[in-house]
DNA sequence: ATAGGGTTAG
């Protein structure tokens, strides 16, 4: 082997492309006595830094360490390596002891890639203070260090603090409009978007690519389509490599897709032909789900040959959005048993399917193997979708653990949202009512959602005063126009209080139409007042609003047959059957070694197995002789009382609960789903079965929870 | 030094 020297070693890394290749030169080095000499070295671990694998920056992290004495381009070195790494806060890291290391301080190239790496962080903090330090050690003024500057902060969504630096900045150059362009369009507004393009224009700047890409995602947020398709033309216009550029391509398909317009989207993808990418499939999977159109979008989906993860991600989040939960979860169960692993895109469209369904076993899974002590621990959007799914899994005790653990600084109103209707749920109205003041006190301006929560909270757990005066203050004090769903609130806060003439004023007096769920809100009342005046209006209402949906017409029948007004009654039952509308089924489902179990009122499928059957007899009888005496008013009135009390021992919740009291150990606290509102008889059998089994057993219903615990019931028999 | 597709709360 002849003797390198320093020149033809460098020339030799330099045809370099693997780590293993990289090594070899090494041994050269070393074989040649190179080994103490910084510029070979440097050069060596530059290579391994950028070659953009963990290995590649592990071996160049191996090399630094072994010198005593890094120089500055070592130090900007692994910055960089680091700033596109898994781990940018080891830039951090290197250049805390560059800058304790005697006579190294920073120069103009340490820190883009600094401000890179505090870019891709969960935080914001150290981005500012690194921007303190450029201002320190005079880089302020640098065009390539306020072009970072810009892209960090619109990265974090500070696009005024972005827009700062931009206005402060000597040199505006194409990349600092671009990168200003793409902040705007981050926070979805186009507006400030196009008038930079504007003054881009007018300096003379000529745009790129790059200009039209993030114009198209600015514009791709507004589902605007006639802007849409004037940046269209206008990039046709302007630049003729369109037609072979695909990225600008893909661009402008995204924007069509996002805004609903599949057709056109559909053109541009086959105009496409053999250039598309798996960027433009994802966006027609995701276009055709946003728009519910799930087959489409699953048709997309199995047509491809390649699917990354993000693909993966628009099928599971389309199927979550359109509220196909369980074909959610069964892609992407599929997806993990090909050993792609989720990343936090995936799991909080995953984690908002569980605690739609309850899946509290896959939840938790979720949680512990791929969140907890992960990096992905600190994302704000996951630790709310976990929050959400553990209070609609019934776990509220570990919904409220999660949010306290979170960091003060990290805190956002969905966040607060989340946990505050979490609470209102399960009827925890003191703690609703604490955590908003908690909002507040961190100063949090709460919007209409958390308005929902709160006064939900307050209806739930009877807070009448509070809510009132919560409704009041959020229109006088925070300036929020009450939606429908507010009246809807408070019809609800008002009926429970039994100011039903109140409750009714109160919608008549909104400024527009009520929708089915306030006329629900008041007709609930209604029924546990007695009120069969205006409850017969709130039925006539929701009939004419969903003519389809049976419980309506059954609900008007039987309070009018217990008015015993039976012919008018018989009526209602007569049009129901003319209409030929069906009771909707109610089911309940059960979680029991990590599958679904669903069960439909009266349904005989599991009563052979697992002694359901002899179970639900043993509750019959323990009940019977506790003095419990069924309440069948809820059952259509034209069956005889025996045949009655048969319906309800079958209803679908008294079937999962004896599956689960089959199948759980003592002690356990026992859950179930329902899709509809708990019926009457199962509610009062519900708090004598906890009693007699010394069981906690938690409903979810259409609206709340419910916790069953030695005979009572945390909603106080109101719901 | 900048870039395209997927993310939570009602």
Known sequence: MPPFGISPLLSLLESCKTIKQGFQVHAQI????????????????????????????????????????????????????????????????????????????????????????????????????????????????DP???????????????????????EGSPVRDLVSYNTMINGYGLVAQPGPALRLFRKMQDSGILPDEFT????????????????????????YRNLYCVDSNVLLKTAILHMYAKSGLMDLAERVFSSMRSNKNTAAWSSMVSGYARCGQTEAARRMFDQMDQRDLICWTAMISGYSQSGQYS?????????????????????????????????????????????????????????????????????????????????KSLKTVSLFNSMISGLA??????????????????????????????LSACSHSGLIEEGKELFRSMSDVYGIKPHKEHYGCMVDLLGRDGCLDEAYDLIRSMPFEANSVIWRALLGACKVHGNIKIGEVAC????KLEPDHGAHYILLSNMLANTNKWEQAGRVRKVMEDRGVQKPPGWSYIE????????????????????????????????????????????VFDIDEEEKETVVSYHSEKLAL??????????ETIRIMKNLRVCGDCHSAFKLLSEIYSREIIVRDAIRFHHFKNGSCSCKDFW
């Open 327 to 407: 074909e959610a979860l069964e892609l992407f169960m599929q997806m993990e048993d090909l050993g792609i692993r989720p990343d936090e895109c995936t799991l909080a469209a995953v984690l908002s399917a569980c605690a739609r369904l309850g899946a509290l076993s896959l939840g938790q899974r979720l949680h512990s193997r791929y969140i907890e002590g992960e990096l992905c621990s600190q994302n704000i959007i996951i630790s709310t979708a976990l929050i959400d799914m553990y209070s609609k899994c019934g776990k509220i005790d570990s919904a409220l653990h999660m949010f306290h653990s979170i960091p």
């Open 592 to 635: 029991f070694q990590g599958t679904i179990h669903r069960f439909l009122a009266s349904d005989k499928s599991h009563l052979q197995d697992k002694g359901i059957e002899s179970m639900l007899q043993d509750m019959a009888m323990r009940l019977k002789s506790a003095g419990y005496v069924p309440n069948t008013t809820q059952v």
């Open 30 to 141: 070393i074989l040649n006595g190179f080994q103490h000499h910084d510029f070979p070295i440097s050069r060596l671990i530059s290579f391994f830094a950028l070659l953009g694998s963990e290995d590649g920056i592990n071996c160049s992290q191996i090399l630094f360490c072994q010198i005593e004495c890094p120089n500055q381009f070592m130090y900007n070195t692994m910055i960089r390596g680091f700033s596109h790494s898994k781990f940018p806060e080891k830039a951090l890291v290197f250049y805390s002891s560059m800058l304790r290391q005697v006579n190294r301080s920073p120069n103009n190239f340490t820190y883009p890639f600094l401000l890179n790496s505090c870019a891709r962080l969960s935080t914001l903090k150290p981005g500012i203070q690194v921007h303190s330090h450029v201002i320190k050690f005079g880089f302020e003024l």
């Open 658 to 667: 004896a599956f689960g009291l089959v199948n759980s150990s003592t002690g």
């Open 212 to 235: 039209f890409v993030a114009l198209l995602s600015a514009f791709s947020s507004l589902n605007d389509h006639r802007i849409g398709k004037e940046i269209h033309g206008f990039v």
């Open 144 to 166: 390539f260090v306020g072009n970072a500057l810009m892209h960090f902060y619109s990265v974090f969504r500070r696009l005024n603090d972005a827009r700062i630096v931009f």
């Open 425 to 454: 749920q399960h009827g925890l109205g003191e703690s609703a009512l604490a955590v908003f003041g908690e909002m507040e006190l961190i100063g949090l301006k709460p919007d209409g959602v958390t308005f929902v929560a709160v």
């Open 540 to 543: 006539q209402k929701l009939i």
